[in-house]
């Protein structure tokens, strides 16, 4: 039973924007978006987050659908670093408290 | 400042032992989770504690999973009786107060041999 929907794999070339996207048409509206990702044997790294409007920091970008049901992750300029799982994360209230991670999308940055 | 850690970084125990996990939260954050990764698998969460509460316990695999954090830091994540399907990665995760942002630990290499 997905509570997020992400497609398994991406390729981005280097230097290029990276374009995530997540679906999670059941998310309540007091319910944050937040994206992690995990490089290979490491615990997941905190990305970003947000509740309606977009969102930017000094990683990336979250672009939130107006109606909240799905969310795009931009990272701008793509490196060889940035290549690892992206997970996107929602609370769902409605089901105890419980934090479920997405699919998760293996992003892999070619030079 | 320090992270979030967890003891030991592997463990290898044959089937039917029982293993303790150990995670030391970020100092002052009063939210800690745990979750699992078999490999090559996305996160499954199994639960969490606001101060030394865990108000919801469903997400453990069996009642051979337990949990349980005292004076609102450590927490010991325990499975009796273990089994080969319990082999994953267990990750530990704190953040200042629920919704906001998780920080990970290392994980705990568990292997059932």
């Known amino acids: 039973d997905a509570k997020t929907t992400q497609p398994p794999s991406m390729d981005c070339a280097e230097g290029r924007a990276a374009n995530l996207p997540c679906n999670h048409s059941t998310i309540s509206g007091n319910e944050y978006v937040y994206w992690y990702r995990q490089i290979h044997s490491q615990g997941p790294q905190y990305i970003i987050h947000g509740l309606k409007n977009n969102e930017t920091n000094e990683m990336a970008s979250l672009i939130i659908t107006e109606d909240r049901k799905s969310s795009t992750l931009i990272l701008p300029h793509a490196t060889l670093r940035d290549t690892a799982v992206y997970y996107c994360?929602?609370?769902?209230?409605?089901?105890?408290?419980?934090?479920?991670f997405g699919t998760g999308t293996s992003l892999t940055v070619i030079p | 400042g320090a992270g979030v850690s967890q003891s030991p970084s592997n463990k290898v125990t044959e089937k039917g032992k029982d293993v303790e996990l150990r995670c030391d939260p970020i100092s002052g954050h009063t939210a800690l989770y745990w979750y699992r990764q078999s490999l090559g698998q996305g996160l499954e969460f199994l639960i969490y504690?606001?101060?030394?509460?865990?108000?919801?316990k469903s997400g453990l695999p069996s009642d051979r999973f337990s949990a349980e954090r005292t004076g609102g830091s450590v927490s010991t994540l325990t499975i009796q009786r273990t089994q080969q399907e319990d082999s994953a990665v267990y990750l530990c995760?704190?953040?200042?107060?629920?919704?906001?942002?998780?920080?990970f630990g290392p994980g705990t290499r568990l292997t059932v041999t």
């Open positions: 504690f606001q101060g030394n509460s865990a108000p919801d």
């Open positions: 995760a704190s953040s200042l107060a629920l919704d906001y942002e998780q920080y």
């Open positions: 994360i929602v609370r769902f209230s409605n089901t105890g408290n419980q934090f479920y």
